[in-house]
T-cell receptor, first 113, second 115 residues
Framework: QKEVEQNSGPLSVPEGAIASLNCTYS??????FFWYRQYSGKSPELIMS????GDKEDGRFTAQLNKASQYVSLLIRDSQPSDSATYLC?????????????FGKGTKLSVIP | DTEVTQTPKHLVMGMTNKKSLKCEQH?????MYWYKQKAKKPPELMFV???????INESVPSRFSPECPNSSLLNLHLHALQPEDSALYLC??????????????FGEGSWLTVV
């Protein structure tokens, strides 16, 4: 059973702080890793994708991947109230043509003004 | 703004009705997906089309019938649904890759209520 685990939260951080969201996955042959943001009542929106070990930065967002530890994280710097949403970690596994995107249950982030 | 467009955004249907959800993308993607999402749950994969052919059916009941008329369009035909089928239905698309995972882009979704 291929699993993606996230702390469901809620995670509360003050405005301007760094929010750290974590995700672990069970299958060592996982190839691609994604973070989606989902506002209440809306569809998931892609925030970051990462394929190689290390850090990837895009604006206030940094994704970190450690394949040896089977761990991927998302850091949000200078958190804003508009970042309040559920963040979904998603992993694709090789095998079915990489179509199988497995989601974690999501972490609800609240940024307190 | 998403480049995957879904219609209708909201649909209320009775258990004996027949209706369809529609999806269109203009990103040149050759893989298209239907996901179902219940409240406070992650999206669950229903179907995958690759090059207009059904490649994955995640044991979805036959009251859901997908159709891919061409590379830009994806439909989900609904018939004799149950109230528990009420959910957000998400269409998505991606390139087709076998080496790295595909980046999947979601439409805004169709909210379905079965009464």
């Amino acid at each position: 059973q291929k699993e993606v685990e996230q702390n469901s939260g809620p995670l509360s951080v003050p405005e301007g702080a760094i929010a750290s969201l974590n995700c672990t996955y069970s299958d060592r042959v996982s190839q691609s890793f994604f973070w989606y943001r989902q506002y209440s009542g809306k569809s998931p929106e892609l925030i970051m994708s990462i394929y190689s070990n290390g850090d990837k930065e895009d604006g206030r967002f940094t994704a970190q991947l450690n394949k040896a530890s089977q761990y991927v994280s998302l850091l949000i710097r200078d958190s804003q109230p508009s970042d309040s949403a559920t963040y979904l970690c998603a992993v694709t596994y090789s095998g079915a043509g990489s179509y199988q995107l497995t989601f974690g249950k999501g972490t609800k982030l609240s940024v307190i003004p | 703004d998403t480049e995957v467009t879904q219609t209708p955004k909201h649909l209320v249907m009775g258990m004996t009705n027949k209706k369809s959800l529609k999806c269109e993308q203009h990103m040149g993607h050759r893989a298209m997906y239907w996901y179902k999402q219940k409240a406070k749950k992650p999206p669950e994969l229903m179907f995958v089309y690759s090059y207009e052919k059904l490649s994955i059916n995640e044991s979805v009941p036959s009251r859901f019938s997908p159709e891919c008329p061409n590379s830009s369009l994806l439909n989900l035909h609904l018939h004799a649904l149950q109230p528990e089928d009420s959910a957000l239905y998400l269409c998505a698309s991606s390139q087709v890759r076998t080496v790295r995972g595909n980046t999947i882009y979601f439409g805004e979704g169709s909210w379905l209520t079965v009464v």
